[in-house]
């Protein structure tokens, strides 16, 4: 959430401290307490959602945003912080004093303008594929009417093909369009994507997802390889479909022509791990974990194709859904394609089954 007040971070608790805030300025006085101090302070208080003051004086309120504590701290609530230590500090360590349901107001303001920030982040380059695949689905539909006009008994059996062959694209373009949807839904409105649990068979979902793909790779000359098999289900949402989804895809965009996506599962009774290895643009390691945030796209990757940097991002957040470990890989050996280096590629699941 923006720092609308002084915030400080898990990770900062003991090196950096908190930063200043967009309405007010960390205190002075907080910029050179004794840091050991501050820091128990805040583990202290880090699963304790509310109001509390520091050993300094100082208000710090913890709330839950998205499943992770934020500790807005260095604030001068009335019946919380202690006056008769902040007055006593210079003009620059005693920030105005206000009342615990105007910070709570505030924050939840900026709270709605940010879920209107994600929504249209989200929802104008989704609207912009659908038009595209909606395009896509014209377009082949024409075509294969076209085709079916000149079917008669004594018709060649290659128009036929040439139809089924439209079809399977349409069916692909259409089920493409169901899964930006369900991903806008996921990602602009949880509360409605978590409506119901099913029982889910892994390697079916991966195999529908494949055959629903199996055009778009054709037209690319990329081959989509399923390694393996599991019959293992696990308990999950319905969203869970645009988890292999969006992995396959992002493999098939920034795979060059004439290379192979390789879906290998292994099931050892207690662990179900799905290895989805492609050939794509070197992803340094420090970006191993960045790749996950959401509109980040890697550094050799954002010159090759056009993308939202949202793909990865909603893996992950399925992935958290349903207790599943996501992790990254790309080799370090990497050859030069087009000035950009490519190298393996390697999104590893690990689905807990046992």
């Given at each position: 959430?923006?720092?609308i007040?002084?915030?400080i971070s898990r990770?900062n608790?003991?090196?950096a401290?908190?930063?200043?805030?967009?309405?007010?300025?960390?205190?002075?006085?907080?910029?050179k307490?004794?840091?050991?101090?501050?820091?128990?302070?805040?583990?202290?208080?880090?699963?304790?959602?509310?109001f509390?003051c520091?050993?300094f004086?100082?208000?710090?309120?913890?709330?839950?945003?998205?499943?992770k504590?934020?500790?807005?701290?260095?604030?001068?609530v009335?019946?919380i912080?202690?006056q008769?230590?902040?007055?006593?500090?210079s003009a620059?360590s005693r920030p105005?004093?206000?009342?615990?349901?105007k910070?709570?107001?505030?924050?939840e303001?900026?709270r709605?303008?940010?879920?209107?920030l994600i929504?249209?982040?989200v929802?104008?380059?989704?609207?912009?594929e659908?038009?595209k695949l909606?395009g896509?689905?014209?377009s082949q539909?024409?075509?294969?009417?076209?085709v079916?006009d000149?079917?008669?008994s004594?018709s060649?059996s290659?128009?036929?093909?040439?139809?089924k062959?439209r079809?399977?694209?349409?069916?692909?373009?259409?089920s493409?369009?169901?899964?930006?949807?369900?991903?806008f839904?996921?990602?602009t409105?949880?509360?409605?994507?978590?409506?119901?649990?099913?029982?889910i068979?892994?390697?079916?979902k991966?195999?529908?997802?494949?055959?629903?793909?199996?055009?778009l790779?054709?037209?690319?000359?990329?081959?989509?390889r399923?390694?393996g098999?599991?019959y293992?289900?696990?308990?999950?949402y319905d969203?869970?479909?645009?988890?292999p989804f969006v992995i396959?895809?992002?493999?098939?965009?920034?795979?060059?022509?004439?290379?192979n996506i390789?879906i290998?599962?292994?099931?050892d009774?207690?662990?179900?791990?799905?290895?989805?290895s492609?050939?794509?643009p070197?992803?340094?390691?420090?970006?191993?974990?960045d790749?996950?945030?959401?509109n980040?796209r890697?550094?050799?990757?954002?010159?090759?194709?056009s993308?939202?940097?949202?793909?990865?991002y909603?893996?992950?957040?399925?992935c958290?859904?349903?207790?599943i470990h996501?992790?990254?890989?790309s080799?370090?050996?990497?050859v030069?394609?087009?000035?950009?280096?490519?190298?393996?590629?390697?999104?590893k699941l690990?689905i807990?089954?046992?």
């Amino acid at each position: 959430m923006l720092p609308i007040f002084p915030v400080i971070s898990r990770d900062n608790f003991d090196d950096a401290g908190p930063e200043s805030g967009i309405l007010q300025e960390l205190p002075a006085y907080c910029r050179k307490a004794d840091r050991k101090t501050c820091a128990a302070h805040y583990h202290e208080i880090e699963d304790k959602p509310g109001f509390h003051c520091c050993p300094f004086g100082y208000a710090s309120l913890v709330i839950n945003n998205e499943g992770k504590s934020e500790i807005f701290t260095g604030l001068n609530v009335s019946g919380i912080s202690k006056q008769d230590q902040i007055q006593r500090r210079s003009a620059d360590s005693r920030p105005p004093q206000v009342t615990p349901s105007k910070i709570q107001s505030q924050i939840e303001q900026v709270r709605q303008y940010e879920r209107v920030l994600i929504t249209e982040a989200v929802s104008i380059p989704i609207v912009h594929e659908i038009r595209k695949l909606n395009g896509q689905i014209k377009s082949q539909t024409e075509e294969a009417i076209r085709v079916a006009d000149r079917i008669d008994s004594t018709s060649d059996s290659g128009d036929i093909e040439f139809i089924k062959y439209r079809l399977q694209n349409i069916f692909a373009s259409s089920s493409l369009m169901s899964v930006r949807l369900n991903a806008f839904d996921l990602t602009t409105n949880a509360e409605l994507a978590l409506s119901g649990i099913r029982r889910i068979s892994i390697h079916k979902k991966f195999s529908k997802v494949v055959k629903c793909l199996e055009t778009l790779a054709r037209q690319r000359n990329q081959r989509l390889r399923l390694k393996g098999s599991t019959y293992a289900h696990i308990e999950g949402y319905d969203f869970f479909d645009i988890l292999p989804f969006v992995i396959i895809e992002n493999a098939l965009k920034y795979t060059p022509s004439d290379q192979n996506i390789d879906i290998n599962f292994n099931d050892d009774g207690k662990f179900v791990e799905i290895d989805i290895s492609s050939f794509g643009p070197t992803l340094n390691p420090e970006e191993f974990d960045d790749v996950f945030t959401r509109n980040y796209r890697g550094v050799n990757a954002k010159d090759i194709v056009s993308g939202t940097g949202l793909g990865l991002y909603i893996a992950k957040l399925i992935c958290n859904y349903h207790g599943i470990h996501i992790s990254i890989h790309s080799g370090l050996n990497s050859v030069d394609v087009g000035g950009t280096p490519y190298s393996t590629f390697d999104v590893k699941l690990t689905i807990p089954i046992g």
